[in-house]
């Protein structure tokens, strides 16, 4: 059988570099690869809801701004289908079902929902009018891991391109399918998460180096920031503290400029940018002995940054021109998904025993039985 990627994102903000190298250059890359039967790209906007009930606007308009980042960033419709989690409510029957499969205990035990508890503030000891700590937990946020192994097996997805923050997610979707199919018999397909290649595309800090980029940290550069945004953010961005003078040695650990270039610094960029260095080694090399600039280094990524971004936002551009036009997109890519996802829930509901309309042997069987019984 052809391999089938699914994934997505929260509709909660605009995209930024720490989604593109993450994920998002990933995807288009698997896209134009030829080698998946199928990739289903969605917008999570039920689970973005599960810890913004309160602010369904922000969802509703992010799905759009998403959809034009997707766009923008090469991901085509007429290879990708794009769609929108709420417009397929098959994913919710089917997490209805999956709840039967999975301990409270097991979901307490998942790290990046643990995280996520204490990052959003959640808390079940706040008191009342604490305006810092949120009271309790929503039950649907505690369980969207769940829901989470409801979006990639409705679609048999093989391949899951994520970030690291993710697997926690894949190895409980597997948990599932497993018990699933131990249960009811072989229906479900086991994915595998995609990581990014390195450790700075993986986990890409903020401009602040702080340990994440992240809306609520106000350390992004998003996709659609101006080039002049751009170039203010990297020139204010966390270096090395040490690094006073040029003569100075200085550190590439921890050093955000020079995370940003493990990301993003392909070999061409040398020769086109910054033509006194043959790689990013020999650059790496000259800052630690000393005699390399902070300045010199940052305007290198911002050439980079900039020749990446151009062709994304003039695209971003053109969609922006065309809003009506995405939708459309939108509406045919969840109809797609509909029909995939309707596929495999005849499926589960005939290994789980409910397709009673269905299996016409069963009520011919049950028939026979009363007949023989009332004789
Ligand atoms: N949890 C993902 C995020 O926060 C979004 C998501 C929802 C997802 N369902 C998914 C990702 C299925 C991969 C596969 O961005």
Do not use: W
């Not at 299996?359 to 028939?367: G, K």
Request: aromatic share 8%; glycine share 6%; charged share 25%.
């Amino acid at each position: 059988m052809g391999k089938i990627i699914l994934t997505g994102d929260r509709p909660t903000g605009k995209l930024h570099l720490g989604h593109y190298v993450g994920s998002l250059r990933r995807r288009v890359e698997l896209q134009d690869s030829g080698q998946f039967e199928r990739i289903f790209i969605m917008i999570a906007d039920a689970q973005a809801l599960t810890d913004n009930a309160d602010d369904p606007e922000k969802v509703r308009r992010n799905v759009l701004e998403v959809a034009l980042d997707y766009l923008a960033c090469g991901l085509d419709p007429s290879k990708s289908t794009l769609f929108i989690q709420s417009q397929v409510p098959q994913l919710c029957e089917l997490a209805f079902y999956y709840m039967n499969l999975v301990t409270v205990q097991r979901l307490q035990r998942n790290p990046t929902v643990k995280a996520e508890i204490q990052l959003r503030g959640f808390s079940e000891s706040a008191a009342e009018g604490d305006t810092q700590q949120r009271q309790g937990i929503p039950v649907g946020f505690f369980t969207y891991p769940i829901s989470q192994a409801a979006d990639i097996t409705a679609f048999k997805a093989t391949t899951v391109p994520a970030g690291e923050d993710q697997e926690p997610m894949i190895e409980q979707t597997r948990e599932i399918v497993h018990k699933f199919n131990t249960l009811y018999g072989p229906t479900l397909v086991a994915p595998e998460i995609l990581l990014p290649a390195n450790a700075a595309c993986q986990r890409l800090p903020g401009t602040d180096g702080k340990a994440k980029m992240s809306k609520s940290l106000g350390n992004c550069i998003y996709l659609s920031d101006p080039a002049e945004e751009v170039r203010k953010k990297v020139m204010g961005m966390y270096t090395d503290p040490d690094h006073l003078r040029v003569e100075d040695p200085g550190r590439i650990e921890g050093n955000t400029v020079f995370t940003y270039l493990d990301a993003f610094c392909r070999p061409e960029h040398f020769a086109r940018h910054l033509p006194d260095y043959p790689s990013l080694d020999e650059l790496k090399a000259h800052y630690r002995r000393g005699g390399l600039g902070d300045v010199k280094v940052k305007k290198f990524l911002i050439a980079i940054l900039d020749e990446t971004l151009d062709p994304i936002r003039r695209r971003r551009a053109e969609y922006e021109q065309r809003i009506g036009e995405v939708y459309d997109m939108l509406e045919a890519g969840s109809a797609a998904a509909r029909a995939a996802a309707a596929a495999t829930l005849e499926e589960v509901r005939a290994a789980m025993r409910i397709d009673y309309f269905a299996d016409r042997e069963l009520i011919a069987s049950q028939e026979r039985h009363y007949r023989n019984e009332t004789r």
